[in-house]
């Protein structure tokens, strides 16, 4: 690819939202899609990626929209066939999106590298942009609850967030290495610009963060930090962000989001609803944008990344 201008750090589907908006709103090979693999897992003997497989089904036109994740058009004959065989059905696996885990499981076995696994697929899916794990490495995120600690997809899936989160871990990230596409797009000079995208910061971004060296390879970067908040109006557009915030005795703000974020970030961007925190987050971010930051529809998506790259533009020439 060419030198990545923008770096973004993307879980599942918002992250992959703005992904999409920015390949849209600048040059699309010069986006590099860092995507976290700490939600991987091997389930009926496959290698399931859901955050690389979101941003590359998004990024391809292929998403499912009502569901959040998996492939448009799907079929299910698969599970109900698995179901009637007594199999293990709590996590489903459409008939479309089977055929990438399958395929993906061979190669890894064949011992191909996950990134050149998540390129060549890229490259099918007719994405112009690059995709890459944030480590080729196996890193597992661990939910501490009441019940004790579960797997990342057992409790999201099958016990659907349910158990009280006292805190995160990530088993394998002290040893894991960033993928090389993520070390080489620091690597010499530093990219435009590095979006953090309004994905959960506890699941989805810190697992990334985790990695060896990351901090310190944004930290090191002449580029502008920036992240978009996942909270809106003290709830999260999708998934359990607030929930987990709740549990954890962090009340669920974008401020919260400023303090988690601070020292690492140069700017955060708000949502109008939020327009009212924007001096309590200056007082852990230098910069802030108040701007419509929920993402329904293509144009909202490209809008917000017209806004963050301008914005970024912004903060670096300070
Ligand atoms: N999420 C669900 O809530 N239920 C599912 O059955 C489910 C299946 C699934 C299959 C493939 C895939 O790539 C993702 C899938 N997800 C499912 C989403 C996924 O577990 C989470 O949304 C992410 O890990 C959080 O980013």
């Given at each position: 690819?060419?030198?990545?201008?923008?770096?973004?750090?993307?879980?599942?589907?918002?992250?992959?939202?703005?992904?999409?908006?920015?390949?849209?709103?600048?040059?699309?090979?010069?986006?590099?899609?860092?995507?976290?693999?700490?939600?991987?897992?091997?389930?009926?003997?496959?290698?399931?990626?859901?955050?690389?497989?979101?941003?590359?089904?998004?990024?391809?036109?292929?998403?499912?929209?009502?569901?959040?994740?998996?492939?448009?058009?799907?079929?299910?004959?698969?599970?109900?066939?698995?179901?009637?065989?007594?199999?293990?059905?709590?996590?489903?696996?459409?008939?479309?999106?089977?055929?990438?885990?399958?395929?993906?499981?061979?190669?890894?076995?064949?011992?191909?590298?996950?990134?050149?696994?998540?390129?060549?697929?890229?490259?099918?899916?007719?994405?112009?942009?690059?995709?890459?794990?944030?480590?080729d490495d196996d890193v597992r995120t661990i939910v501490d609850t009441s019940d004790?600690?579960?797997?990342?997809?057992?409790?999201?899936?099958?016990?659907?967030?349910?158990?009280?989160?006292?805190?995160?871990?990530?088993?394998?990230?002290?040893?894991?290495?960033?993928?090389?596409?993520?070390?080489?797009?620091?690597?010499?000079?530093?990219?435009?610009?590095?979006?953090?995208?309004?994905?959960?910061?506890?699941?989805?971004?810190?697992?990334?963060?985790?990695?060896?060296?990351?901090?310190?390879?944004?930290?090191?970067?002449?580029?502008?930090?920036?992240?978009?908040?996942?909270?809106?109006?003290?709830?999260?557009?999708?998934?359990?962000?607030?929930?987990?915030?709740?549990?954890?005795?962090?009340?669920?703000?974008?401020?919260?989001?400023?303090?988690?974020?601070?020292?690492?970030?140069?700017?955060?961007?708000?949502?109008?609803?939020?327009?009212?925190?924007?001096?309590?987050?200056?007082?852990?971010?230098?910069?802030?944008?108040?701007?419509?930051?929920?993402?329904?529809?293509?144009?909202?998506?490209?809008?917000?990344?017209?806004?963050?790259?301008?914005?970024?533009?912004?903060?670096?020439?300070?």
């Amino acid at each position: 690819m060419s030198r990545a201008r923008c770096v973004a750090l993307s879980g599942g589907v918002g992250g992959a939202k703005l992904a999409l908006g920015l390949s849209k709103a600048m040059t699309s090979e010069e986006l590099l899609v860092i995507a976290n693999t700490g939600d991987d897992f091997d389930h009926l003997g496959l290698r399931i990626c859901p955050d690389i497989d979101t941003v590359s089904y998004t990024l391809g036109d292929l998403a499912n929209l009502e569901l959040g994740w998996g492939r448009r058009d799907e079929t299910w004959s698969f599970m109900e066939t698995l179901k009637g065989l007594g199999g293990e059905d709590w996590f489903n696996l459409g008939d479309r999106d089977l055929a990438l885990h399958v395929e993906r499981t061979r190669r890894l076995q064949a011992g191909e590298s996950l990134s050149d696994i998540t390129a060549d697929i890229g490259e099918r899916f007719g994405i112009t942009s690059s995709i890459a794990p944030m480590s080729d490495d196996d890193v597992r995120t661990i939910v501490d609850t009441s019940d004790g600690p579960l797997a990342f997809q057992h409790y999201f899936v099958r016990e659907r967030c349910e158990p009280k989160v006292t805190g995160f871990r990530f088993a394998g990230a002290s040893d894991a290495r960033p993928s090389q596409a993520f070390r080489a797009a620091f690597e010499a000079t530093s990219p435009g610009m590095v979006v953090i995208c309004p994905s959960n910061p506890f699941i989805s971004i810190d697992p990334i963060l985790a990695l060896p060296g990351v901090r310190r390879m944004l930290e090191a970067s002449n580029a502008p930090v920036i992240a978009v908040s996942p909270i809106v109006g003290g709830k999260a557009i999708k998934g359990p962000t607030a929930k987990m915030m709740d549990e954890l005795g962090i009340e669920p703000t974008s401020s919260a989001i400023a303090q988690h974020y601070a020292g690492l970030i140069d700017g955060l961007v708000l949502d109008n609803a939020d327009a009212a925190e924007a001096d309590a987050v200056r007082e852990f971010v230098p910069d802030v944008l108040v701007t419509n930051t929920v993402m329904k529809s293509l144009d909202d998506r490209v809008s917000l990344a017209r806004e963050v790259i301008a914005f970024s533009q912004q903060v670096s020439e300070k």
